[in-house]
């Protein structure tokens, strides 16, 4: 993937500087921006892959920059930080508009992480019924995965948690998005669902055959490659 | 008594009424007084204006003379004297005196004057002065004919009789009034005045006091008894804030102090990377412990807010408690226990699902954070007598006596140590979630281990 040119929309100038500082450590470019009326001119103007937009910011709280740009045609994908966590506030951040909505504080690598997810869906990707990696094929429609020519007997959560790792390969999916995704909670249980399916999964996808196509990506989650 | 008495809303409803009383009575009194003098006035005007009648209809068949007769007081003497007046006023007769066309009296009494229309007159006599009801009517000829009643002394009577009773309602009941109101404000203070030092005091700070229940079941000890209830209920969720306090004090420092300690170990292994990768996973994990607790406690402000009933919906609790039990499964697994489902299909409750999905959660991890080794546990879900029944709980080593109460409350652990993961918030957000909505949540205590039941309302289910 190329970097990606990000715009932020941030009042807090430490965390604006921890976010540049990571985002460039990958080659990505970001411009910050603390006010949002300048910003909302520079997200209509720019050709930007995705918007990081705090929802607390002075003059114009980040819902109403959102439905702005929203209302202007803006759809450059938008990932949204908050403070706060309540039940609804994520609907009512989704729900003008955001792509994705994480709370603060998070762990850098759980940005990133979403920043690729949501940039990408720039370019949509076909909603295959297949879909391949390596030597591993997962048919969307029977609910069927192969390895190596040999059927693998997954249970509906573990195919489920594996379809979201295909659909992301070489990126990584964290324990957050993998949980949001499987499960649609807004809370984090005390047992650590997604570990415990996970290991079972690369118990069945990866211990028989050698090459383990699943990895855990220390401190963000987990990723699916073949390199 | 402090209080000023005149204030009183009490005294002012006593006044008030008194004077709605006193107007009433007045009014009906003077109706009655004006209605019975209007009736004596009525049939002394028909009498006088009868006799009249009468008289013009002799003079008019049988001419002057038979008049004349007819108004003389005696055969040979047609004009009264003074003295033959005290007759006629003993005996309550009519005055009567006829005038010529030179308006010289020609029979009857000569001091009696009046004009065409019925009124009040005074006689022209030296010792009678009572007033007199006369009319004259003039006769074809240009004679006048001139007829009188005394006014009966009853007519002054009735008006005295208003008049003293109107004085005596006013003078008589005011003051009276007066005194009730101030008696009854004083009674009515002294039962209030015990529920407001009750008040005073818990503003004051003594959070145990409590009204005295006089024991009559009046309003006022309704009330007290009101108070009381507020106040049990007040002082439970200052225990609450209290236990929160603690709770944040102890929860919270502990892991901060923990991190604090590991960024020092990180200053101070800076040299070796492997070592500060330790600390700095073991900081992070602090640091998520920390953000749970911040995330329950907020969530438990916003149920116990009670603004998320606005969002229920039929929630399908079979498929949600299925789902939550095929996930936890494994993980019970793990830990070498077993989880046992028996989850009846097709239960419906009005609820908000995540909230559910969170209560369910959170009593599975109770199972299996603190059930014993190998331990079985089950999640049982069926249609119950009055409504969905939810069982989830293990077989042992349950909750002790002693702890069974206080196991719902912000920051209990049943492990005073406070080694055993878990933040004390889970239970107490099942027992937030299940009161949302209009459940009853149970430790079952006649089976070994710690079992909780839920029962929704039957009006949670909707079919």
Redesign the interface.
């Known amino acids: 993937m190329t970097g990606l040119n990000i715009l932020l929309i941030e009042d807090d100038v430490e965390l604006a500087g921890f976010i540049e500082k990571a985002a460039a450590e990958l080659g990505w470019r970001v411009d910050h921006q603390a006010r949002p009326k300048e910003a909302l001119l520079q997200a209509g103007a720019g050709a930007f892959d995705a918007l990081i937009l705090d929802r607390m910011l002075p003059e114009m709280d980040g819902l109403s920059v959102l439905k702005l740009l929203r209302g202007a045609g803006v759809e450059t994908p938008v990932i949204m930080l908050t403070a706060m966590?309540?039940?609804?506030d994520r609907v009512d951040g989704l729900e003008a508009g955001a792509d994705d909505y994480l709370v603060k504080?998070f762990?850098m690598s759980e940005l990133i992480a979403r920043l690729k997810s949501i940039a990408r869906r720039q370019a949509p990707r076909p909603d295959t019924p297949h879909r391949e990696m390596g030597d591993l094929s997962l048919d969307r429609l029977r609910h069927e995965a192969m390895r190596a020519g040999q059927p693998l007997d997954l249970?509906?959560?573990e195919f489920k948690l594996l379809d979201i790792l295909m659909e992301h390969p070489g990126e990584v999916v964290t324990r957050t998005m993998l949980l949001e995704k499987v499960?649609g909670?807004?809370?984090?249980?005390?047992?650590?669902?997604v570990q415990?399916?996970m290991?079972?999964l690369r118990a069945k996808v990866d211990k028989p055959f050698g090459q383990d196509l699943i990895r855990t990506v220390r401190?963000a989650g987990y990723m699916l490659s073949d390199e | 008594m402090s209080r000023p008495i005149l204030s009183s809303a009490v005294f002012q409803w006593v006044l008030a009424a008194s004077a709605g009383f006193v107007a009433i009575a007045l009014a009906l009194l003077w109706a009655w007084g004006l209605f019975s003098i209007g009736e004596i006035d009525g049939a002394l005007r028909e009498e006088i204006n009868t006799g009249l009648e009468e008289g013009r209809a002799l003079y008019l068949t049988d001419g002057p003379d038979a008049l004349l007769e007819w108004v003389r007081w005696e055969e040979d003497q047609p004009i009264w004297r003074d003295d033959d007046l005290f007759e006629i006023l003993a005996e309550d007769e009519m005055i009567a005196v006829l005038r010529a066309p030179d308006f010289e009296p020609v029979a009857g009494f000569p001091g009696l004057l009046a004009g065409s229309e019925i009124e009040e007159v005074d006689l022209d006599h030296p010792e009678i002065f009572n007033p007199v009801l006369a009319r004259s009517i003039e006769l074809f000829d240009g004679a006048t004919l001139t007829f009188g009643r005394f006014i009966p002394d009853q007519q002054f009577e009735i008006w005295r009789f208003v008049v003293t009773a109107s004085i005596a309602l006013a003078v008589i009941v005011l003051p009276l009034s007066l005194a009730t109101g101030y008696f009854l404000s004083r009674r009515v203070f002294r039962r209030l005045d015990g529920i407001s030092e009750t008040t005073e005091a818990v503003a004051a700070g003594n959070l145990d006091a409590r009204a005295q229940i006089g024991g009559a079941g009046d309003e006022f000890d309704r009330l007290a008894e009101g108070v009381n209830r507020m106040l049990d209920r007040v002082a439970a969720l200052t225990g609450n804030i209290e236990a929160v306090s603690t709770g944040v004090a102890h929860d919270l420092k502990t892991p901060l102090a923990n991190i604090r300690g590991r960024l020092e170990l990180i200053r101070r292994d800076a040299a070796d990377p492997d070592a500060v990768a330790r600390h700095v996973d073991g900081a992070e994990g602090r640091l998520d412990g920390l953000m749970k607790v911040f995330d329950a406690l907020l969530r438990l402000g916003e149920i116990e807010a009670g603004k998320r009933r606005q969002a229920f919906r039929a929630v399908d609790l079979g498929g949600l408690a299925g789902e939550l039990a095929e996930g936890y499964g494994p993980a019970f697994e793990d830990a070498e226990k077993t989880l046992d489902v028996a989850i009846l299909p097709g239960i419906t409750v009005e609820g908000d699902r995540d909230l559910l999905a969170q209560l369910i959660a959170n009593l599975l991890d109770n199972a299996l954070e603190h059930s014993r080794d190998g331990a079985r546990a089950h999640i049982a879900l069926h249609g119950g007598e009055t409504g969905p029944r939810l069982e989830i709980g293990d077989d042992g080593p349950g909750i002790a006596p002693a702890m069974r109460e206080r196991i719902f409350e912000r920051f209990f652990r049943a492990d005073p140590s406070r080694s055993t993961p878990g933040n004390g918030l889970g239970l107490a957000l099942v027992k937030a979630i299940a009161d949302l909505h209009g459940a009853d949540i149970q430790l079952v205590d006649d089976r070994p281990g710690a079992v909780f039941v839920v029962t929704f309302g039957p009006f949670a289910s909707r079919t």
């Open positions: 966590g309540g039940i609804d504080p762990a249970s509906p959560l499960w909670y807004s809370f984090d249980p005390k047992t650590s669902l415990t399916h290991s079972r401190g």
